[in-house]
């Protein structure tokens, strides 16, 4: 019942929150120490470095920003660090990041599993995340219980890298549900469409999807300052799959409009607002 956590952001506080109250002994590191200051002056484990957690914990989760910093980090570990440790890589990569990453972890004698989420802060800290795994199907079961306490129902995927591709395939659809609905919302307010008309109308389609009301204040009020997944990081995700679609042989036109107006969206100073900033560039103020 102890687990480390390598990767302390607005997630991974989320974690540390859930797993605590569930009974796990909880260490974490993080490269700035101001993010964790909160969390050591309430009595949690912050390791110095990331080899101590290492050491003291069976099991890690890394929440990293992306596969370089992964890479930096088991770069500067020693190999016998990772052995016979579990790594449960739950940051959002490629699945060629992923595999990459996996034979490292394998090749210093550690298992390794890639689980990214789907679902923000609220399901992190009530344990109903959306959890695809890819992998070892032996340490999938291995960690099922521990996966369990962030979501009731981790899918197993397949070989390290389908679950990858599977979280990119999801951002994906956040890029271009956002994209189009902002679009759309937009043309009708400026043609003098009455908000409520149009959500009634959208709703009773099968063009309907939960995110429209989930973010549609945030649209209306252009208030976009709470990021729970940040413009930055949608157009980090964007781009990976953008570059894997085509390595894939797909065509990608239509997404490369959406990173364009995420681009000039972070250029434009709200790179740490939430991705639905975007709506900002795609329908600028009157």
Known sequence: MDIGIIGIGVMGHAFVERFLSQGFTVRVFNRSQN????????????????????????????????????NNLL??????????????????????????????????????LEAPVLGSIPEAKTGTLIIMAGGSKTVFEDVLPTLQ??????????ETGSAAALKLSMNQLIAALTA????????AIKNGVDTD???????????????YDKKLQKYLDRDFGT?????RHLLKDIRLFIDDAKAAGLNTDA???????????VENGMDLMDYS????????DS
Do not use: W
């Open 180 to 187: 189009g609905f902002s679009l759309s919302l937009g043309y």
């Open 149 to 158: 306490v962030l979501g009731t129902m981790p899918r197993y995927i397949g």
């Open 227 to 231: 990021a729970n997944f940040s413009t």
């Open 255 to 265: 997404l490369e409009g959406i990173e364009r107006i995420t681009n000039l969206t």
């Open 197 to 211: 008309v149009f959500m009634d109308t959208v709703r009773e389609s099968a063009l309907y999807a939960k995110t």
């Open 277 to 284: 900033s975007i709506y900002q560039q795609i329908c600028p």
């Open 35 to 70: 993010n964790i200051k909160d969390l050591a002056e309430n009595g949690i484990t912050v390791c110095a470095t990331a080899d101590e957690l290492m050491r003291l914990s069976s099991t890690i989760i890394l929440m990293l920003s992306d596969a370089d910093a992964i």
């Open 75 to 112: 770069q500067l570990n020693k190999q016998d660090d990772l052995q016979g440790k579990t790594i449960l890589q739950m940051a959002t990569i490629s699945p060629t990041q992923s595999k990459d990453i996996g034979e490292v972890i394998s090749s210093c004698g550690g298992h390794y």
